[in-house]
């Protein structure tokens, strides 16, 4: 399997904070990585496909950028609603695989 | 608007077989592949297995050989079932749409609530 890593498992921040997360795959996977946000007690809900194409109705203030094995997922303005955990997904393989999460919480 | 509804018991024994469905309401089954999803606080986010309406499957390796998912085009439903289930099998179980493109399994753009499943005696 291709194993994703997350960093940094936690991040502090507080609203109006650029925020970026890093995601990094095991071997290549070229753009075939998504984006996840999940706030406790409901499902995951997709931010951002194939690296950097924003999902329908996602906030523009979200953006991804990367391939081959180096991603990031940055929120450009923090807001309230955006306090969760993400997680990134990589689909080079039919066995996908996600990171363990990264929750970004009040500094 | 599709909506995806998990149902099956919340409990199952040690050794037992783990039993889960997912309804699809507001769209045919016919038209994606769909996934089962589950997540423990030991493992994260962790793929199942997916299945396409004709009944083509395929697995996570690691589970392959307890897995088995089917589907029922007439109910517009699929199932999941786990079989010699351990207290590592506790976890929050999702169905969830599979994008794909021209055959090729991707992300997960439409998901289910979830249902916890906790494996105990």
């Known amino acids: 399997d291709i194993q994703m890593t997350q960093s940094p498992s936690s991040l502090p921040a507080s609203v109006g904070d650029r925020v970026t997360i890093t995601c990094r795959a095991s071997?290549?996977?070229?753009?075939?990585l998504a984006w996840y946000q999940q706030k406790p007690g409901r499902a995951p809900k997709l931010l951002i496909y194939k690296a950097s194409s924003l999902e329908s109705g996602v906030p523009s203030r979200f953006s991804g950028r990367g391939s081959g094995t180096e991603f990031t997922l940055t929120i450009s303005s923090l807001q309230p609603d955006d306090f969760a955990t993400y997680y990134c997904?990589?689909?080079?393989?039919?066995?996908?695989?996600f990171g363990q999460g990264t929750k970004v919480e009040f500094k | 608007q599709v909506h995806l509804q998990e149902s099956g018991p919340g409990l199952v024994k040690p050794s037992e077989t783990l039993s889960l469905t997912c309804t699809v309401s507001g769209g045919s089954i016919r038209d994606h592949y769909w996934s089962w999803i589950r997540q423990s606080p030991g493992k994260g986010l962790e793929w199942i297995g997916y299945i396409y309406y004709s009944g083509s499957t395929n697995s996570n390796p690691a589970l392959k050989s307890r897995v088995t998912i089917s589907v029922d085009t007439s109910k517009n439903q699929f199932s999941l079932r786990l079989s010699s289930v351990t207290a590592a099998d506790t976890a929050v179980y999702y169905c969830?749409?599979?994008?794909?493109?021209?055959?090729?399994?991707?992300?997960?753009?439409?998901w289910g609530q979830g249902t916890l499943v906790t494996v105990s005696s």
């Open positions: 071997q290549s996977i070229s753009s075939w």
């Open positions: 997904q990589q689909y080079s393989s039919y066995s996908r695989t």
């Open positions: 969830a749409r599979d994008h794909g493109d021209g055959g090729n399994v991707e992300y997960f753009d439409l």
